[in-house]
Structures are given as structure tokens and as C-alpha cells.
């Protein structure tokens, strides 16, 4: 097992203030690591730089011995690194099956394939399945992080970064 994601000295800035201060980790295949702290300690800034929302002002992020430092976040996800952001941000005027679509709109491995991973997803998650048609406006706040978890999956990814993942969802769901 490898190292797929390498976070080096990443320095990240709001204006002025600094926000990330030289913050450096790895992960490799198959490992599950957790960022921990306090609100406002950078973990969501972390993962906003890895995905590419946010500009490193210094650093290098590398994934899969490529770097991914400067890349545009849909070539990040095309690379297959996808992330659950917090707050879920699904897109509320498309249905549930739409917002899966979406997930998958960077694949090109066939229609089949495809929905082979939808069929995974309404298994894992059976409230999608029988949600599916309704907009996912209408969801409760635990389903609609269901769909956003299903959504990345619906991508193929390799690895999952993922944003206060049990925000909404039930203690039975969580485990």
C-alpha cells in the first residue's frame, strides 16, 4: 500500500489572515485519517485546499505521485479524490436521483457501470431509493447527507474527504 494523498507545509490565507499555518500530513491506501480540533482550527479550510476550492499560498499537495497544488477541483475529481462538503449543499431543485447524476457527470466508463453504482448507493441507502423522485429541497437535513455521501460515491472515487460526515444523521446510521 502507498501513499495516495501528501499534504506538505500548506500555508492558506482569507485576505490576511492566515488561516492554514504550514500544515502537513499523508495518507496511504487503505488508511482512514481524522482531522481533529476546535471550530475555526482549519479543517474545513484543509480540505477546501486539497479538493481546490481554496488557493495555497505556499505548500504541495500531491495525490496518486501527481500534484495537484494548482489544479482546477474538476480535474481533482476526474483523478477520482472527491469530498463531502459540510453543510451537505445538494442541489435543492433536483431531485434525488438528478443530485446522483451529478456525481457521475466526470465518468466515462458507460452507462452500466453507472448504474451499477446507483443500485450500490440505493443499497447502502435505501431512504434514497424511495426518495428518489422528490426534490432534494424537501429531504430532512439526514437525508440530504445521505446525498451528498451518495452523490461522491456516484463518482468512483479512490479516496472520500469527508466534512463532519455524521451532521444530521442518526447514531444508528452514523455506525
Do not use: W
Amino acid at each position: 500500500m502507498g501513499e495516495m494523498l501528501s499534504v506538505k507545509n500548506i500555508n492558506v490565507f482569507y485576505g490576511s489572515i492566515h488561516a492554514i499555518k504550514d500544515v502537513s500530513f499523508h495518507v496511504n491506501e487503505g488508511e482512514i485519517v481524522t482531522l481533529i480540533g476546535a471550530n475555526g482550527a482549519g479543517k474545513t479550510t484543509t480540505m477546501h485546499a486539497i479538493s481546490g476550492l481554496l488557493k495555497l499560498r505556499s505548500g504541495e499537495i500531491d495525490y496518486c505521485g501527481q500534484t495537484i497544488s494548482k489544479m482546477e477541483p474538476h480535474k481533482i475529481i476526474r483523478l477520482g479524490l472527491a469530498q463531502v462538503p459540510e453543510g451537505r449543499r445538494v442541489f435543492s431543485g433536483l431531485t434525488v436521483q438528478q443530485n446522483l447524476q451529478m456525481g457521475a457527470y466526470t465518468r466515462r466508463d458507460g452507462k452500466e457501470a453507472i448504474q451499477n453504482d446507483f443500485d450500490m448507493v440505493f443499497d447502502l441507502l435505501p431512504r434514497l431509493k424511495e426518495r428518489r423522485n422528490q426534490p432534494a429541497g424537501t429531504l430532512s437535513g439526514g437525508e440530504q447527507q445521505m446525498l451528498a455521501m451518495g452523490r461522491a460515491l456516484m463518482c468512483k472515487p479512490k479516496m472520500l474527504l469527508l466534512d463532519e460526515p455524521s451532521m444530521g444523521l442518526s447514531p444508528l446510521l452514523v455506525k
